[in-house]
């Protein structure tokens, strides 16, 4: 895995959405799944622990989901409507004793739309949500059921379930050792019988360096790899490796602190901030600088689309008071599918600091960055901005 730990295991993962694919979609299922057996168009949801859903005609507030009959839980429970309600519990009610605050952070963007969840009947539910929203199912799809029998049955010990997690998904869990491996085994009675794995044994490996994850391969020490060192791709072909690749759509913006940074550098006094600096500093600089910004700032209507120059970039920042420009941006090794996310910061660096910027990169583990994001600038006053998921391109 490119996954920088062995994602957490009580239900939605850690590790961005490596931890989604490796682990989330591995060991739990969710009311409505993404269809992934196709490779030459965009992926679709489709239907998981729900057999069909439908708005309330008479309040599109209110979604009504119909549940899949005979499914069981790894601990062979049988999965109902109970569970559903308790599974949205546990993320949101604070009062609950078996509330997990972890869950609450890793799920509560999927379920800012939740007011409610409510049991009609042992297989089927209704969601209250706060605003009408046609795209209400797509959040659903990346909320993992785990088992509520197996919580209680360990007192609700959550990191005792996390050594122990039972859910619906394809596989099961066997074996973990943290921060080196963990280990999984079929789900021979999942309900889904064309997503029954074909191996004994699936034992997930995190490796974020490219060069270690590509060694690792040709040595035999794993059969299978994400996003191989690129300079290494013609070796493994004469090794006989088979490279697959396709499209990845993954457009994620560098974001810069401009309410409270302090840049000493940057504003030429001490106590500046990037907010007092010249709009031309922080908008047409850049918009000459990176092709990217200036696309997709002309594509929003935001700003006149100009020629890339670099020159001219640089004579707007020394016009501002801030030619070099020091900045320190903050990226990860990997995380939220990036996958060559070191040598494209490299590139994205050097191209601007052709522009009279002076890029400074601090490289941490994905949960370290996002720790920098959510705690914000004023508890990490060195840190300019953080490269949010920085995958592919720069707005």
Known sequence: MTAGDVPVTTGNPDQGFEGYRFVGYNLYDAL?????????????????????????????????????????WHDGCEFTADDVVWNYQYR?????????????????????????????????????????????????????????????????????????????????FDRFVPHQRLELVPNTDYWDKARIPKQDRLVLIPMPEASTRTAALLSGQVNWIEAPLPDSIARLKSDGMRIVTNVYPHDWPYMLNFTRGTVQEFAGTPGGELRDQPARCRGDARRHGDPGARR?????????????????????????????????????????????????????????????????????????????????????????????HAACSIR
């Open 32 to 72: 409505l799944l993404w269809d992934l057996s196709k490779a030459d168009k965009p992926s679709e949801i489709k239907l998981g622990l729900a057999t069909s859903y439908e708005i309330d005609p008479n309040d599109h507030k209110r979604w009504v989901f119909h549940l899949r009959k005979g499914v069981t």
């Open 92 to 172: 949101t009610d604070q009062k609950a004793p078996y509330f997990l605050a972890q869950q609450f952070a890793y799920s509560r963007s999927f379920l800012v739309n939740v007011k409610s969840v409510n049991k009609i009947d042992d297989y089927t539910v209704a969601f209250e949500t706060n605003f009408v929203e046609s795209l209400f199912p797509y959040s659903l799809s990346y909320v993992m059921m785990v088992s509520q029998r197996r919580a209680k049955e360990l007192n609700y010990d959550w990191a005792q379930y996390a050594l122990h997690p039972s859910g619906t998904g394809p596989y099961r």
């Open 296 to 388: 997709n700032a002309a594509d929003l209507g935001l700003l006149r689309p100009s020629s890339d120059d670099p020159a001219k970039a640089k004579a707007l920042l020394k016009d501002a008071g801030c030619l070099p420009c020091k900045v320190t941006f903050g990226i990860s090794t990997s995380g939220s599918g990036q996958m060559q996310p070191l040598p494209m910061n490299e590139l994205v660096k050097a191209q601007l600091e052709e522009a009279g910027f002076e890029i400074s990169l601090q490289t941490m583990d994905w949960n370290a960055l996002l720790d920098v994001y959510r705690s914000g600038v004023d508890k990490n006053p060195n840190m300019m901005g953080s490269i949010f």
